[in-house]
C-alpha cells in the first residue's frame, strides 16, 4: 500500500475556532487527492477534492495542496461541535487512464467542544 | 440514487464458515473497490473493478478472499474459511472515472467467533 501519513490525534478546538488537518503522502507522481470525513459508526464521506497546488475552497472547508512537498492539508473554519469526526486523507496515486484507486491515511479524529 | 447498497449490514459467523459479502454500486459508475477497515490498520484497499474486470487484487490478504463481479450491477467479496482475524468493517465503493474520488456504501461489520 501506498504511504499515507496523517496525525492520529485526537484533536480538539473549541466551537468557532480554525481546525487544521494534516497529510503527507509518499507517491510523489499522486494526481488527486481527497478529504473525507467519518462518523463514529459510518462510512467515509468525501467533502474535498484537490488536484492542483494552491487552495481549494468549499464553503468553510480549505484544502491546501503542495506537490512539491508531498503534503495536503485541511481547514475547516468556523468549528462547530458537528464537525467532531475523523477525517481521512486519500490520495490517487493513478497516472494517464488508469484512475481509481484510492490509499487511505489513518485519519485525524477531530472534536470541536462547544 | 439510493447510493452504493450493501448486505448484509452485520454478519456473525463460526470460525471455518463461508462468507459472502455484496455490493450494488451505483448506476452508471464504472468503477468498484471492496475495503476493509480495522482500528489496528486503518482502511485498506483490497480490490477494484473497473468495466466489472479486476484490475488489482493485491490487497486482498489471502487465498481465502476473492471477489467477483459478474455485471455493472452486483459484486461480491467471498471469505472461505474465516478466520478470526478477518473480522472487521467491509465497505464496498464506486466511483465515475475514479478522478471524484469514491462513494461508500454503509459497510458490513463482519465478526468471525
Known amino acids: 500500500q501506498k504511504e499515507v501519513e496523517q496525525n492520529s490525534g485526537p484533536l480538539s478546538v473549541p466551537e468557532g475556532a480554525i481546525a487544521s488537518l494534516n497529510c503527507t503522502y509518499s507517491d510523489r507522481g499522486s494526481q488527486s487527492f481527497f478529504w473525507y470525513r467519518q462518523y463514529s459508526g459510518k462510512s467515509p464521506e468525501l467533502i474535498m477534492f484537490?488536484?492542483?497546488?494552491g487552495d481549494k475552497e468549499d464553503g468553510r472547508f480549505t484544502a491546501q495542496l503542495n506537490k512539491a512537498s508531498q503534503y495536503v492539508s485541511l481547514l475547516i473554519r468556523d468549528s462547530q461541535p458537528s464537525d467532531s469526526a475523523t477525517y481521512l486523507c486519500a490520495v490517487n496515486p493513478d497516472r494517464g487512464s488508469t484512475l481509481g484507486r484510492l490509499y487511505f491515511g489513518r485519519g485525524t479524529q477531530l472534536t470541536v467542544w462547544p | 440514487d439510493a447510493g452504493v447498497i450493501q448486505s448484509p449490514r452485520h454478519e456473525v459467523t463460526e470460525m471455518g464458515q463461508e462468507v459472502t459479502l455484496r455490493c450494488k454500486p451505483i448506476s452508471g459508475h464504472d468503477y468498484l473497490f471492496w475495503y476493509r477497515q480495522t482500528m489496528m490498520r486503518g482502511l485498506e484497499l483490497l480490490i477494484y473493478?473497473?468495466?466489472?474486470?479486476?484490475?488489482?487484487d493485491s490487497g486482498m490478504p489471502e487465498d481465502r478472499f476473492s471477489a467477483k463481479m459478474p455485471n455493472a450491477s452486483f459484486s461480491t467479496l467471498k471469505i472461505q474459511p474465516s478466520e478470526p482475524r478477518d473480522s472487521a468493517v467491509y465497505f464496498c465503493a464506486s466511483s465515475s472515472g475514479g478522478r471524484l474520488g469514491a462513494t461508500f456504501g454503509s459497510g458490513t461489520r463482519l465478526t468471525v467467533v
Open positions: 473493478f473497473n468495466n466489472n474486470v479486476p484490475i488489482d
Open positions: 484537490i488536484y492542483s497546488n
